[in-house]
């Protein structure tokens, strides 16, 4: 296809499929365009609605192109390569000229990136903290030394300078083997793992996909090693056999790997209840609570993770610093409508 856009202006271009158009048509526009855009990008377009295929918007990644087919990509005005601060409410815990605490809620995306290029943390963080963050840790993620999935919630820590910057990364880094950074998460699980305290210790990989990640076996060129320590904190609907519908587990991390909980519970059998990955095939177990709780678990629509505990020392005093979160709104009436149950 020599000439494929029919363009009308700027921002919208048209073309045809071909008799030989097949596949999903993200992998086929991305083909088709040449890397004019990365196939992320246009997965991006196609969720925000921006794609449409013979007159009717498409969201979904994965359909099929068909020869004939008419696709029109609506683009969006071109974004400033650099985040700028956007007044969004952030619950501070602790502030000095060097770092920042706060609590993420859930549904805030931590860092600008591909569908998310406003309404992120670090947009909050520019506002809050004004010209002091510029530079530190990169253009997309100023002061930013780890992260925590959307739809996870809890404590984080942002470094104000470059100094606090590289004394918070190194101790993320080292996972607190050699120091005091500490990181504990409340998970809420379907059923009980067998052990009611362990280590899950399985490597970790991409998944297929950008985002989505699985065990992988140690030799896998892109295994990398991840490591967590659980212990059950409560069984709700626990049966004779000691089995039981669903607990709550708290894990910390060894390693801190994209999705390590939200993997390492499935890869035993134990998915947290709502994760839309790694827990989908277990939606049907919520038919086996009482009504009540059958309720607010459908109506739960995100993972079940909640980090309330981070400990690290501070990169001037050298002071060991802690901090806890309770569970926000949402969890907390999770975790009421399970122990309603016994």
């Known amino acids: 296809m020599s000439a494929p856009f029919k363009q009308a202006d700027d921002t919208r271009k048209v073309l045809t499929a071909d008799e030989d158009a097949a596949g999903r048509i993200d992998a086929w526009l991305a083909a088709t365009l040449g890397g004019e855009y990365s196939r992320s990008r246009i997965k991006a377009l196609i969720e925000q609605g921006a794609v449409l295929v013979n007159g009717t918007a498409v969201s979904e990644p994965k359909r099929k192109i068909h020869p004939g087919d008419t696709i029109a990509i609506e683009l969006p005005e071109p974004e400033d390569p650099e985040p700028q601060g956007e007044d969004i409410p952030l619950e501070v815990l602790y502030e000095d000229d060097d770092l920042i605490v706060l609590v993420k809620p859930a549904g805030l995306v931590v860092h600008p990136g591909a569908g998310n290029w406003t309404g992120t943390l670090v947009n909050a963080l520019i506002h809050h903290c004004g010209t002091s963050l510029s530079g530190i840790g990169g253009v997309r993620r100023p002061g930013i030394v780890h992260r925590l999935d959307k739809e996870t919630s809890g404590v984080m820590?942002?470094?104000?300078?470059?100094?606090?910057?590289?004394?918070?990364?190194?101790?993320?880094?080292?996972h607190g083997r050699n120091g005091p950074l500490e990181r504990a998460y409340q998970a809420v699980v379907w059923g009980r793992p067998r052990q009611?305290?362990?280590?899950?210790?399985?490597p970790l990989g991409r998944a297929g996909d950008r985002t989505k990640r699985a065990v992988k076996r140690e030799e896998?060129?892109?295994a990398r090693e991840a490591i967590t320590h659980y212990e059950v904190i409560e069984r709700y609907g626990e049966k004779p056999d000691s089995t039981c519908l669903a607990s709550l587990v708290e894990c910390q991390l060894e390693t801190g790997r994209t999705h390590q909980i939200r993997v390492h519970m499935a890869h035993i059998g134990h998915p947290l209840l709502g994760d839309p990955e790694y827990g989908a095939a277990f939606r049907t177990k919520a038919n086996l609570l009482p009504d009540q709780a059958r309720a607010v678990v459908n109506g739960f629509h995100r993972q079940a993770l909640h980090a309330y505990m981070l400990q690290f020392e501070h990169p001037t005093t050298g002071?060991?610093?802690?901090?806890?979160a309770p569970a926000p709104a949402d969890l907390d009436a999770l975790l009421d409508a399970l122990r309603a149950i016994g």
């Open 157 to 174: 820590v942002a470094a104000k300078n470059d100094a606090a910057h590289r004394h918070l990364s190194a101790q993320f880094a080292d």
């Open 196 to 202: 009611l305290r362990g280590t899950i210790d399985a």
């Open 220 to 222: 896998s060129e892109d």
């Open 319 to 324: 002071e060991v610093m802690r901090f806890e």
